[in-house]
């Protein structure tokens, strides 16, 4: 197996590798840094949901509402859209609302764990297959909603979305223009990808501490036997809550950077196919265990791209059938069905002695 | 008063079709414990099946009348689906049999999608119209219609309860299905092999499921490779609504959603004040499914699932 | 000052739609005792244990523990209030290491949350700390120190059931609940659980014990409970009990004395 020690004590290599990547991608072509921005986005909804199914056990099938949340909540914040559909809006900001990155972080990640907790909450007696149909209800629920609300009032715009949203601005500079340093340019993607590569670190790190720690443990004990765990004084009730709203606030923020990244919403980004890609991600790359779930991540967010390069020809040979969207489907449900069937822990699951990687504080035993 | 009579025959018909399928959901988790998540495709797969097939049969057969052809390829279908559910259970599901519960959900998600997408790939994307075989002139009930049809769905409605009851009831397989659904194991301590009653239970779902197919296909007079979806969820909810596992429930359950969602989504702009439309009526499934799992997760008319201990 | 009462039941009964289960049951174990629960099959054992590890619900029943009033209602308070069991079908954290299922058990006894976990806090590194060096106290304690690092689903049968009781232990019990804990042994695995419970014992603590192995628990038990049909038929020292005509009717034909 992959010496996952001699990969991350080389942290100098890694580090420098993903410093340096989107200069490497860029005489390809920026659409090749626009597809890593967009994998470091998954790679943020993957890290939350593995808290809910990796840490938890909580098969949520319906994750992708807590993106949609974050999403919405951003445009409708940093568009022209309310004060447009509202005039007594546009009177109270005359300005137009406009948000700052760090107002957006803490009310994206606040809104999204307080939806996480009220979706979570019909969910907790449910046993595993049960919790997963609900929970896939509340995401095709929140899709018609947000297909629906702009009658009698237009609060989502309805299937037409939600456009001209702001870009994020960091000291002053919206990412969505290039940053002229006069002995070079970098473009606007290589500035998202940075600011989406800083979340991704953050979060892994948020996500480590979580996992080495009372509540982690927590979880994984609801996770593998949730009677013993109640027998043994654990709040299970609590705990799921917990777990809900703790990995919703990684869909709120990675749907609000989405949303300025994009400039536009509307609730066709808000499938189930969503929803399942994410537990695809995670399930395929690593229950559990973050290097698999980030590879999990990338893999499939990353492939489905890679795959327009290939798919053109075979469009050709098939008479039109097979376009890359048909392409990436196809490959992510084989892949899921293979997956349980060959290397039903995923293609990088924990290492079996339950030695963890390199422990940040050094309590290892 | 009229229009409710119209709205409870539409959901009698569309409840038909639920309990057609949400028979299927209710026989596999009552031996298996799986939620079949692929069940509404293979419903797609009948429909597009028995689709492809009319569009040969009609040119090739030009003088017979257009029940015989429906009839034709109902059965044809259903044998193809069959066929489908047969290799699917064993190649995907059966080694999973012992697997921790995630495992055998995901695939089964997978497999759904592996469906929908094989089927945009085989009859392409787009809505297809499905040939009108009956004779379309509504007949007057009261001061509501009814389709031939919508009357051909309900009467082989009752046709396939009434087989499937006399075959769970009267025959050897059926008592071996009873008996696995109450506890696999101590049936196969009796001879039972456990194997050929999974591989039946999936067969007449699936024949139950292309049987909706082609009605859905023939009452709203679209096929197309989503069509699935939304109706096997419901089928579901109304499987859990009855008592999952109880095939009476099944029945009784997905009548009774069929009717919640026709006179629910006539009245839902009324009720609330125009706020909501029809638009909503898909949420209905799901709202009913919250509210059964939260105040009566056992259904309507109790659970029946397999004795694991 | 500890109570000399850990847990005084009396009047206990509990219906099952037609079979009465339990038929005003009462029970009183001491401090440092370690008191059997013993009967024929479908005695009642079982449903006793659940009622007061609150699995199900009583029917009527006083229960005091450590003089305080006791409502076993909600499965997750019955650890807190001080009871903590095992399982005869064990049942461990299977994908978590021996050492992981240990210090879990110490959450009820700890309180950091999130933001101490996210930004360990001074509290929260003092307290993982703790918790650590504990689950390795208790594990030695067991004698499965060295197997810390090992998944639970990956030891023997024999260390599992130790595994149990040192996660059990973590909770800081006033009593620990043993369900049938020689249950698979042979008679080696037998004799090593007896001198542990006997250390447990000697170290002070309270033990409740539902056996089948009469004669592991006229060995080890202080005092002993016999059920049958749900109804109390003796109480007393394992001598006596053995002695007594009405338990030897009940117990006529399954196990000799």
Request: net charge neutral; glycine share 10%; with cysteine.
């Amino acid at each position: 197996m992959l010496n996952t020690h001699a990969l991350f004590g080389n942290r100098w290599l890694l580090a420098s590798a993903l410093l340096l990547l989107p200069f490497v991608l860029q005489p390809f072509g920026n659409a090749w840094i626009r597809i890593a921005d967009m994998s470091l986005l998954y790679v943020l909804l993957a890290l939350g949901l593995n808290i809910v199914v990796g840490y938890a056990g909580l098969l949520d099938l319906g994750y992708v509402a807590f993106f949609a949340v974050g999403a919405y909540l951003f445009g409708l914040l940093a568009s022209p859209h309310l004060t447009d559909a509202f005039p007594w809006i546009a009177t109270l900001f005359s300005d137009g609302l406009h948000l700052s990155l760090w107002m957006v972080l803490p009310l994206a990640a606040g809104v999204a764990a307080l939806f996480g907790i009220v979706l979570g909450a019909p969910t907790l007696k449910l046993r595993g297959d049960y919790l997963a149909i609900v929970t896939l209800g509340f995401g095709e629920i929140i899709r018609v909603f947000l297909n629906n609300l702009d009658q009698p009032v237009n609060i989502t715009n309805g299937p037409k979305g939600i456009g001209s949203i702001d870009a994020v601005s960091v000291f002053g500079h919206p990412l969505s223009k290039r940053l002229d340093l006069g002995f070079m340019e970098i473009p606007s993607v290589t500035l998202y990808y940075y600011l989406f590569l800083l979340l991704v670190v953050v979060s892994v790190l948020v996500c480590h501490r979580l996992e080495n720690s009372r509540i982690g443990r927590a979880w994984m004990a609801i996770r593998e036997d949730e009677i013993a765990a109640k027998a043994m004084g654990l709040n299970t009730r609590n705990l799921k809550l917990m777990a809900f709203g703790m990995g919703a606030t990684f869909g709120g923020i990675s749907g609000a950077m989405f949303a300025a990244f994009q400039g536009f919403v509307s609730p066709e980004s808000f499938s189930l196919m969503e929803s399942v890609m994410i537990v695809a991600m995670v399930v395929l790359g690593g229950l559990g265990h973050l290097p698999g779930v980030i590879l999990g991540a990338v893999l499939l967010a990353a492939l489905p791209e890679a795959l327009r390069y290939v798919a053109g020809p075979l469009q050709e040979m098939t008479g039109g059938r097979l376009d890359a969207a048909i392409l990436r489907q196809l490959l992510i449900s084989l892949a899921m069905v293979g997956v349980m069937l060959w290397r039903p822990s995923g293609l990088w699951p924990k290492p079996e002695h339950g030695k963890r990687l390199q422990s940040v504080e050094g309590h290892d035993a | 008063m009229d229009v409710l009579l119209q709205q409870v025959i539409n959901g009698l018909v569309l409840g038909s079709m639920y309990a057609l399928v949400a028979l299927g959901y209710t026989m596999v988790y009552g031996i298996i414990n799986l939620i079949n998540f692929a069940h509404g495709e293979v419903l797609m797969i009948g429909a597009l099946c028995s689709w492809s097939l009319i569009n040969i049969l009609q040119p090739a057969f030009p003088d017979l009348p257009g029940w015989v052809i429906l009839l034709m390829a109902m059965v044809l279908a259903s044998l193809a689906a069959a066929s489908l559910n047969f290799v699917i259970e064993k190649i995907a599901y059966r080694p999973l049999r012992n697997a921790p519960k995630l495992a055998p959900l995901i695939t089964a998600i997978g497999m759904s999608i592996f469906l929908q997408t094989i089927a945009m790939i085989v009859w392409k994307p787009n809505y297809k119209p499905f040939p009108t075989l009956l004779p379309s002139t509504p007949i007057a009930i009261g001061e509501a219609v009814i389709t031939p049809t919508q009357l051909m769905i309900l009467g082989l409605t009752v046709v396939a309860l009434a087989v499937l009851s006399w075959l769970v009831n009267a025959t050897r397989l059926g008592r071996a299905m009873r008996a696995t659904a109450e506890n696999p194991r101590m049936a196969s301590l009796m001879g039972v092999k456990p194997d050929v009653v999974i591989s039946a239970t999936f067969i007449i779902g699936a024949v139950l499921a292309t049987l909706a197919g082609v009605m859905w296909a023939s009452n709203y007079g679209t096929v197309h490779h989503a069509m699935g979806f939304l109706p096997g969820l419901k089928a579901f909810t109304a499987a859990v609504f009855g008592g999952i596992g109880n095939l009476g429930g099944a029945v009784v359950g997905g009548l009774l959603l069929g009717l919640i969602e026709s006179i629910g989504s006539g009245y839902l702009g009324e009720l609330t004040g125009g706020v909501m439309g029809s638009h909503y009526s898909d949420i209905f499934a799901f709202l009913v499914l919250i509210l059964v799992l939260t105040l009566r997760p056992s259904g309507l008319m109790g659970e029946r699932v397999a004795d694991r201990a | 000052m500890l109570s000399q009462h850990v847990l005084q039941v009396a009047g206990v009964s509990k219906r099952f739609g037609g079979l009465q289960a339990l038929n005003d049951v009462h029970l009183n174990i001491e401090r440092g005792q370690v008191y059997g629960l013993i009967g024929p099959n479908g005695a009642g054992k079982t449903t006793f244990f659940n009622v007061i590890t609150g699995l199900y619900p009583a029917d009527s029943g006083s229960f005091v523990l450590a003089d305080q009033p006791y409502q076993p209602k909600d499965v997750h308070l019955v650890a807190k209030a001080g009871i903590a069991r095992t399982f005869q079908n064990i049942r461990l954290f299977a994908d978590m290491t021996a050492l992981e299922n240990v210090m879990v058990a110490r959450h009820v006894r700890t309180h950091s949350g999130l933001l101490g976990a996210i930004f360990r806090t001074k509290s929260f590194k003092q307290e993982e700390k703790e918790i650590a060096e504990r689950a390795h106290e208790l594990l030695a304690y067991v004698g499965i120190d060295t197997l810390a690092d090992i998944k639970a689903r990956t030891l023997s049968y024999g260390d599992q059931r130790r595994l149990e009781i040192a996660r059990a232990l973590a909770t800081d019990p006033q009593l620990l609940a043993l369900d049938e804990p020689a249950a698979g042994m042979n008679a080696t695995e037998k004799v090593q659980l007896r001198a542990l419970i006997d250390k447990i014992r000697h170290d002070h603590r309270t033990v409740l014990l539902i056996e089948h192995d009469v004669k592991l628990v006229m060995g080890l038990c202080d005092r002993v409970t016999v059920l049958d049909e749900g109804q109390v038929i003796a109480e007393g020292t394992p001598a006596h009990v053995q002695r007594d005509a009405r338990v030897m009717q009940a117990y006529l034909g399954t196990a000799q004395v």
